[in-house]
């Protein structure tokens, strides 16, 4: 039996922070973004209100129950995945019941106690969780091949009940009759539904994410999570990270405007989002059969669908009107900073997957032969498009995500004249064929990201595949790079980056690094180049409340990473800030540094590269580093390993071209 002790004031994770604040937050903190309106269960234990939230386990204190905070493995769970929560009055102790069986048990005090008897024990039969229930000094688990009795106490299984055994038939009644039991007390109740009125996300798992002028947009889970066929609740969520408000775009609240414009219209599966990069309350959202809804702010100011658009537009299903509004599949929208916004939109025979509508308000089809919205005998999505922003020739990307062994690529080349396809050419492939000729048919491609070298980034159910010329690439087309990792033992052999895991989704930080979200495996941070991994974040050494990544963006201004999991939306404050000019900008924080400060000075304001230098005013060298990022954490700490005396002290940074930039002055009290 493990134990741990939960120290709130030290692991509790912000849920509202400025980005002034986030501007001064330390790298490597997380905040974590509870759901609100999905609170399943809300259980009491002395001064504190636990509540489970999706899969996840929150905290907040009796006096401020919104604020909530995360519950992790950090925090000394044993798990990530919660089925229920159930707190016994006479030991004043909350169980925690994770959906592999495991059990913790939180005491008033935050010791956390672990009974993993049953999650490691090989019974046969149904073993999953329907719910539990505490009389006296016992904890009831109703399961799928009968139910466990729990003594609390003692801390161990005493007893096991099987729906084949017959002796077993009056326990196992009484235990499925103290869960049907448990239920909200209604003073619990009142203070659940307050919560749901709370400052917060509606969005659980967040697969399309986008942040653009000081907002995160996230909108819940659709094609991205296809193979359990998840399609997800319509709700958009939009944080104001200036002020920390939640704006919840909801089906309930969108869907009478939506009929004001086509009365069959509804707000459906949000596919994509893409902010205008020229208007800064605009978004627009792609949906699974619902067409482009267009919002300024909370309200709908456009809708397009294959019924008000035919000329722009097709349905999958064309014989009546109500077909036309409902089967308007579009798997992605991109708003470009010229006014257009682009699309994906097919069905069996539109061979136009392509589409346009420019700032006029006039549709363009763009001709995709050979690649449509029908594969294999189903419809499918063109789920990823992805214009090209650091190669010339401007590429268009579109990647078919779904169904299952139909995904394929297709560049198309615009000329860059979007309203004269005369002088326009694509090309497509399917099959990818590496450095060593090696063929490989992935069962998904899942995104295709392009780094700031101009090289393409295509993650797939086996791992990644890179591709570093795009205009060599339209004229061979499926020409990879798979990345070799060296194994550094003596011998020629080395390991491909991540093979075989299945790679989901991928942002690019200012330092060209790749931030890489997988489905099972976490979070991974590569170098540059891949070749080097910098980190790998999991359930087990981070806060993320799932290792499986749904979605990624980044806040380029401040560094911090947004992070969308099977369990909620969190934050990582990375060591990447957005890229300067020069080291003109120089400084650092804080300033001064008093005499009872323990933490470490942060240094910004310089170039990626940049050696920064830190002399006193003797012009002797208490610190010198080349940076990899662009924040610097220094712990005050001279060449002889103790505190620098108090004084007047000089960073310099020079650029790795030997360009020198500003002076900044600080005082250490």
């Known amino acids: 039996m493990k134990k741990y002790q939960i120290l709130l004031s030290a692991v509790l994770l912000t849920c509202l922070m400025s980005r002034e604040e986030r501007l001064w937050a330390a790298v490597g903190d997380w905040t974590v973004y509870p759901t609100y309106s999905s609170y399943g269960r809300i259980e009491q234990l002395g001064n504190k209100y636990y509540l489970l939230n999706g899969n996840t386990l929150v905290v907040s204190s009796v006096v401020d129950p919104n604020n909530v905070s995360a519950l992790t493995r950090l925090d000394g769970l044993s798990g990530t995945d919660v089925k229920d929560i159930c707190v016994c009055e006479s030991l004043q102790k909350l169980a925690v019941v994770y959906v592999d069986g495991n059990i913790d048990l939180i005491d008033n005090n935050g010791n956390v106690s672990n009974l993993p008897d049953y999650a490691n024990h090989a019974i046969t039969g149904d073993r999953s969780i329907i719910g539990t229930g505490v009389e006296g000094e016992m904890l009831y688990v109703s399961t799928g091949f009968g139910g466990l009795q729990v003594d609390l106490r003692e801390v161990v299984i005493r007893a096991s009940y099987f729906d084949e055994v017959a002796d077993d038939k009056e326990p196992l009644e009484h235990c499925r009759m103290v869960v049907a039991d448990h239920v909200v007390k209604e003073s619990l109740q009142q203070v659940l539904d307050n919560l749901h009125e ?28 296809y193979v359990n066929y998840r399609w997800g609740t319509p709700v958009v969520s939009i944080l104001d990270v200036e002020t920390g408000d939640w704006t919840n ?147 268009k990307w579109l990647v078919r995500t779904f169904h299952i062994n139909s995904s394929a690529v297709c560049i198309y080349y615009d000329g860059g004249t979007p309203e004269d396809t005369s002088d326009d050419d694509r090309t497509m492939f399917a099959t990818l064929i590496d450095q060593d000729n090696n063929h490989y048919n992935p069962t998904y491609f899942h995104d295709l990201v392009e780094d700031r070298d101009g090289a393409m980034w295509l993650l797939t159910s086996i791992g990644p595949f890179v591709i570093d010329d795009q205009y060599e690439e339209f004229f061979n087309p499926g020409k990879v790079r798979r990345i070799k990792i060296p194994r550094n033992d003596g011998t020629n052999l080395a390991d491909y980056l991540l093979a075989e895991v299945s790679c989901r989704c991928m942002v690019v930080d200012a330092a060209n690094r790749k931030w890489i979200g997988t489905d099972n495996a976490g979070l991974y941070l590569l170098s540059a180049d891949g070749l080097t991994q910098l980190e790998h974040y999991t359930t087990d050494n981070s806060p993320l409340m799932s290792n499986r990544i749904s979605g990624l963006t980044i806040d380029h201004e401040t560094g911090t990473l947004y992070i969308g999991t099977e369990g909620g939306i969190c934050a990582y404050e990375t060591d990447m800030l957005k890229e300067v000019e020069d080291n003109g900008g120089l400084y650092c924080y804080p300033n001064p540094v008093r005499p009872d400060y323990s933490g470490k000075l942060n240094i910004l304001g310089f170039k990626n590269g940049s050696t920064v230098t830190i002399t006193d005013m003797t012009h002797h060298v208490v610190f010198k580093e080349k940076s990899d990022g662009s924040i610097i954490h220094w712990n005050l700490q001279g060449n002889n390993g103790k505190r620098i005396k108090p004084g007047v002290y000089y960073i310099d940074a020079i650029e790795e071209g030997g360009k020198k930039g500003g002076r900044f002055k600080f005082m250490v009290m």
């Open 198 to 225: 709370g400052n917060g996300t509606q969005v659980q798992q967040a697969a399309q994410m986008r942040f653009m002028h000081g907002r995160l947009y996230a909108a819940q889970s659709t094609f991205n999570d």
């Open 249 to 395: 775009i909801t089906q309930e609240h969108l869907d009478p405007m939506v009929k004001k414009w086509d009365n069959n219209g509804t707000f459906h599966h949000i596919t994509g989002i893409s902010p205008s990069p020229i208007d800064p309350d605009r978004v627009y959202l792609s949906s699974l059969e619902g067409g482009i809804f267009q919002l300024d702010g909370d309200q709908l100011t456009g809708y397009y669908n294959a019924l008000l658009n035919p000329e722009g537009m097709t349905s999958l299903l064309k014989d009546n009107d109500y077909r036309k509004s409902h089967y308007t599949r579009v798997g992605a929208v991109e708003a470009d900073e010229n006014g257009y916004v682009w699309f994906t939109n097919g069905d069996m025979e539109s061979e136009t997957t392509l589409r346009c509508m420019t700032p006029s308000g006039k549709f363009i089809k763009y001709s995709t032969p050979g690649f449509s919205g029908y594969c294999s005998g189903q419809y499918s999505i063109i789920g990823r498009l992805t214009r090209s922003v650091y190669n010339p020739y401007r590429f």
